[in-house]
């Protein structure tokens, strides 16, 4: 059978000869573990080793803790200026910019998404740095000037204290910056662990927080695995929050391990995302937002639009018309300018997007297009074809579970009320969105629908200034905008008494 999909054939781009090596950021100094461990990550398009990285141990993470709580302590930041915070913020911002194609590479290198794309999210992630320096300078509590003439109460917001932040690999240098600049903008200081899939742009920040004079011990970084580096991180005392992106499943370990010294914890899981299309819906936008919410980043993405609920009436038109688009996707080499979908993040990852949809065809689904591994030409990673699985109804896996792969699910409906409850049946809410030309279907949906974030008539748009996070299993508390900072902050009541009016207790005599 022939397969007429749309793929890119390996660029002659050269691949790095040697492994770049990467190491722990702790205290300011840049250090290799204290028992010589070291993990090796391939890029997942082209199977070569990328990276070697430092192998956190109980060592390592102890001392990022001991420097990060230190720091936070002596007031070396927490004590500064918003001004001063947001000067050095925006200093990150610009060597960002100035490093961007370098970190664009690796980023792809580690991660197998298209260099294309690698470079909008370095340069998204400037704009959250200087997003959350602005953020610096805004912060301010409340004053109570109506409790009476004797009192005034002022409400102080403070930073909440040493941070521990655990990234995933999805967006590895974007998520550390919907976390980390704001951290340092409420005063925070921080231990960061990215994912051992993609250590080494978080790495290369690191680079840059040291050249732009940030004090050492505020940021420290330490590269490894869950356990024991991510785990201690959840545990030990010194730690105040933990703010995490990545699965569900971790997601509720991490509340377990923060219970016993009662961390706050912040957190953003997966979804189960529906676009849910309307008859009256501009079906020309409706098809490409459909292509791209579950393409984008080959679906591993939280924000994956994994699943579409179509009118009846248009439903066979817009399946077909989403299969004959998704032929027309640019699948294949990340290193080419071309691509819009590179690889998938690991064999193991691979195996179990292959999984799904062999599960779904299993329950009585049909595929409509692809469900199998992509072999692209020249490479020796792993792809999977652009996949569309129709007549999934709601109790296959397929429809509730998050596939994290370039595979949708197409679900029917006839009514509003239908369309919505298909929407809350998942236990995720993290996003949905709605197609209609009728203003008053979009709003009725949009405040129906149990999810953190709804678009209507588009599909993933972002902004520095919104408020992003989920409901139900999806996450608690929320990054980027306002919200974003106040993650960090802990509140303080201080009530003053104005002369001695206060009426004592006890009659003295
Ligand atoms: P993951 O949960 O496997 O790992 C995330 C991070 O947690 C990694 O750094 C990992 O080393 C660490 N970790 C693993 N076990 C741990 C433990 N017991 N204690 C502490 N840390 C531990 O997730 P992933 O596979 O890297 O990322 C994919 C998931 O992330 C998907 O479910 C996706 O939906 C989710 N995600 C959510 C958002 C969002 O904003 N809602 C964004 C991106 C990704």
Redesign the pocket.
């Known amino acids: 059978e022939m397969l007429d999909l749309t793929l890119v054939a390996a660029t002659d781009a050269t691949l790095p000869a040697e492994p770049a090596e990467v190491r722990h950021l702790i205290a300011g100094e840049w250090r290799a573990s204290a028992d010589g461990a070291t993990f090796d990550r391939r890029s997942p398009a082209h199977g070569v080793v990328v990276t070697r990285a430092a192998k956190g141990g109980v060592a390592e993470t102890e001392a990022a803790i001991a420097a990060a709580r230190q720091a936070f302590d002596d007031g070396r930041w927490s004590e500064l200026s918003g001004k001063e915070r947001a000067t050095l913020l925006l200093r990150v911002a610009d060597l960002i910019d100035r490093d961007r194609e370098r970190i664009a590479r690796v980023e792809t290198l580690e991660a197998g998404k298209p260099i294309a794309q690698s470079r909008a999210e370095i340069e998204g992630a400037a704009d959250l740095w200087r997003y959350a320096a602005a953020l610096a300078r805004t912060l301010s509590g409340d004053s109570h000037n109506s409790l009476g003439r004797d009192i005034l109460g002022v409400v102080l917001k403070e930073p909440i204290g040493v941070a521990a932040i655990?990234?995933?690999?999805?967006?590895p240098f974007l998520?550390v910056s919907?976390k980390l600049p704001f951290a340092l903008a409420a005063g925070c200081a921080a231990v960061v662990?990215?994912?051992?899939?993609t250590p080494s742009t978080t790495v290369i920040l690191g680079e840059l927080l040291m050249e732009a004079g940030l004090p050492a011990g505020v940021c420290n970084i330490v590269l490894?695995?869950?356990?024991p580096?991510?785990?201690l991180?959840?545990t030990d005392p010194r730690v105040d929050m933990v703010t995490?992106?990545?699965?569900?499943?971790?997601?509720k370990?991490?509340v377990a391990?923060a219970a016993p010294t009662l961390k706050k914890v912040s957190l953003?899981?997966?979804?189960k995302n529906p676009q849910v299309i309307f008859p009256d819906a501009d079906l020309d936008g409706a098809v490409d937002a459909i292509v791209f919410g579950v393409y984008f980043n080959a679906g591993?993405?939280?924000?994956s639009g994994s699943r579409i609920i179509v009118h009846e009436d248009v439903a066979e038109e817009v399946t077909a018309r989403v299969v004959a688009l998704s032929r027309k996707v640019a699948f294949g080499d990340p290193l080419n300018e071309a691509t819009k979908v590179g690889a998938i993040v690991s064999p193991e990852h691979q195996a179990k997007i292959d999984g799904y949809v062999k599960g779904a065809v299993a329950a009585g689904a049909t595929v409509r297009l692809g469900g199998a591994a992509l072999d692209v030409p020249g490479l020796g990673g792993q792809f999977y074809q652009p996949t569309v699985v129709a007549g999934v109804t709601p109790d296959m896996a397929i429809a509730r579970e998050?596939v994290?792969g370039p595979v949708l699910s197409v679900l029917t409906f006839r009514t509003m009320e239908e369309a919505v409850s298909l929407t809350n049946a998942a236990s995720y809410g993290?996003s949905a969105g709605v197609w209609s030309e009728n203003v008053h279907t979009c709003l009725a949906f949009a405040r129906a629908a149990r999810a953190g974030t709804v678009w209507t008539n588009t599909w993933m748009d972002g902004f520095a200034e919104l408020p992003?996070?989920?409901v139900k299993e999806?996450?608690q508390g929320r990054?980027l905008g306002r919200y974003g900072l106040e993650e960090f902050l802990e509140v303080k009541t201080v009530q003053m008494r104005i002369g001695r009016t206060r009426t004592p207790w006890v009659a003295a005599g």
């Open positions: 655990i990234c995933p690999w999805n967006f998520i919907q662990k990215p994912s051992e899939m490894g695995f869950g356990d580096v991510g785990a991180m959840t995490f992106t990545g699965s569900t499943g971790v997601g370990a991490i391990a953003e899981l997966g979804g591993e993405c939280c924000n998050e994290f993290l992003f996070g989920g999806s996450g990054e």
